[in-house]
């Protein structure tokens, strides 16, 4: 994030609640496809990302 200018070496992770998705206008994604929890009048846009160079394919999911 650096080489676009944003500084993230004071933010952590975290999970969103109910009320972010509530005063988001556009909920995206990442692969889940169905395992989301739909919430009406939002618009989602769901985005995927690339397996890293050189991995062995898809890491196992972490919960």
């Known amino acids: 994030m650096t080489e676009e200018g944003i500084d993230i070496t004071v933010t952590s992770p975290r999970l969103l609640t109910t009320g972010d998705v509530m005063q988001?206008?556009?909920?995206?994604?990442?692969?889940?496809?169905?395992?989301?929890?739909?919430?009406?009048?939002?618009?989602?846009?769901?985005?995927e990302l690339d397996e890293p160079v050189g991995s062995a394919g898809p890491a196992p999911a972490r919960r």
């Open 24 to 47: 988001a206008d556009v909920v995206i994604t990442m692969g889940c496809g169905d395992a989301c929890p739909l919430f009406p009048g939002k618009r989602y846009e769901d985005g």
